[in-house]
Every structure is written in structure tokens, then in C-alpha cells.
T-cell receptor, first 114, second 115 residues
């Protein structure tokens, strides 16, 4: 079974631009969560989607948005990029909406904002 | 407050030493779940174990063992006879019954095992 895939793996953008990151969950998984990892703030929850609906949202500004498609693939968008958005963005998928479920993480997209 | 604290930022040991990674959590909820994940240099988080708040049984899996104590709000992780391949960042995380896939992570402990 293929794991969680994220594209692109690396991205360089400049301040003010916008970016879209993609996540393909494990086949059959319907829950997709996104996390931001930075050296200063650590791993922080961005949002979770289940069956195309945002189920949960972390404490991030509205510049961060996401969506999920009918095939469970998810995209995350960041508009008006700031230097502080430089981070590793991790996506995780889970089989259902249970909080007890193991989440499977992808390799991440490393975003650098110049 | 819902919080996870991993007070040890970095630990360095020599191969074959035992090492314990500490995790302390804060919550007023009675139903919650605790996890440990490993992040090797490749960056991908790897699931190690989960525990629900009603199951205080300790667990052993090979060289890994976990000690869950509700009385001290701790969920510590011990690696016995450490190996170089154990070098990674280890994260403790917390989730709640009504919050789906949201994981609250500790800051992580970077373990370096030297030959």
C-alpha cells in the first residue's frame, strides 16, 4: 500500500506570493490533517478535513486555507506569504474520524519564503 | 490548558545505554489519547504507540517500553540498549475524543546515539 505523498517536496517563494501544497492520503483514508513544523514553534496543527468538510481548525490566520476533494486528496493554500511561513508542512491521513486512530504522515513539503 | 511538555531538548548517549524520554501532559478532560512519534532525519513522522486515558498498562515492544502514569500526568518512553539507528527526534502528542485528528505535540526530544 502506498504511503502518504506530498508534492512538491521543496518550494521557494518570495514574500507576497501564494502557494498551494498537495497531499494524497493512503488509499481508503478519508481524514487528512495538516501541520506546520518550525524550529521555534514546533509542530502545530493547521486543520483537518474529513469527507470534504473541514472538521477542525488550528490557530492560524485566514491566509492559511485548505480543501479536500472527493477522492480525499487535499490541498493547502497560503496567500500573501510572509517570511515566518517558512516551514516544513506535514500532511497526515487516517482511516476514519476517530481521535484514537493512528495518523500516517507524509514526508512533508519544505517551503522557503525569501 | 491542553499542553504537552518534553523538557529534554537534546539527549546524547553511547550505544547500548538505556535512555528515557520524558513526557508530561496537561488536560482536564477525562477521555484523551497519548501518542509517541519518531522523526528521523528524512522528516517523516513514524507512529510508535498510542494509549487511551483509561488504559494505564505499561507496554513493551522489543527494546521500547512506555510508562503511563495518570497520577503524575506522564507518559515516558524508554529505549533499552540504544542503537545508532534510534537517533531521531521523538515527539509525544495528545488528542481528544471530540477533536478528531488534531494532535497537540510536545517540542520534541532530539536523541543522538553515538557508536
Amino acid at each position: 500500500k502506498a504511503g502518504v505523498t506530498q508534492t512538491p517536496r521543496y518550494l521557494i517563494k518570495t514574500r507576497g506570493q501564494q502557494v498551494t501544497l498537495s497531499c494524497s492520503p493512503i488509499s481508503g483514508h478519508r481524514s487528512v490533517s495538516w501541520y506546520q513544523q518550525t524550529p521555534g514553534q514546533g509542530l502545530q496543527f493547521l486543520f483537518e478535513y474529513f469527507s470534504e468538510t473541514q472538521r477542525n481548525k488550528g490557530n492560524f490566520p485566514g491566509r492559511f486555507s485548505g480543501r479536500q476533494f472527493s477522492n480525499s486528496r487535499s490541498e493547502m493554500n497560503v496567500s500573501t506569504l510572509e517570511l515566518g511561513d517558512s516551514a516544513l508542512y506535514l500532511c497526515a491521513s487516517s482511516g476514519d474520524r476517530s481521535s484514537y486512530n493512528e495518523q500516517f504522515f507524509g514526508p512533508g513539503t519544505r517551503l522557503t519564503v525569501l | 490548558a491542553q499542553k504537552v511538555t518534553q523538557a529534554q531538548t537534546e539527549i546524547s548517549v553511547v550505544e547500548k545505554e538505556d535512555v528515557t524520554l520524558d513526557c508530561v501532559y496537561e488536560t482536564r478532560d477525562t477521555t484523551y489519547y497519548l501518542f509517541w512519534y519518531k522523526q528521523p532525519p528524512s522528516g517523516e513522522l513514524v507512529f510508535l504507540i498510542r494509549r487511551n486515558s483509561f488504559d494505564e498498562q505499561n507496554e513493551i515492544s522489543g527494546r521500547y517500553s512506555w510508562n503511563f502514569q495518570k497520577s503524575t500526568s506522564s507518559f515516558n518512553f524508554t529505549i533499552t540498549a540504544s542503537q545508532v539507528v534510534d537517533s531521531a527526534v521523538y515527539f509525544c502528542a495528545l488528542s481528544f475524543y471530540n477533536q478528531g485528528g488534531k494532535l497537540i505535540f510536545g517540542q520534541g526530544t532530539e536523541l543522538s546515539v553515538k557508536p
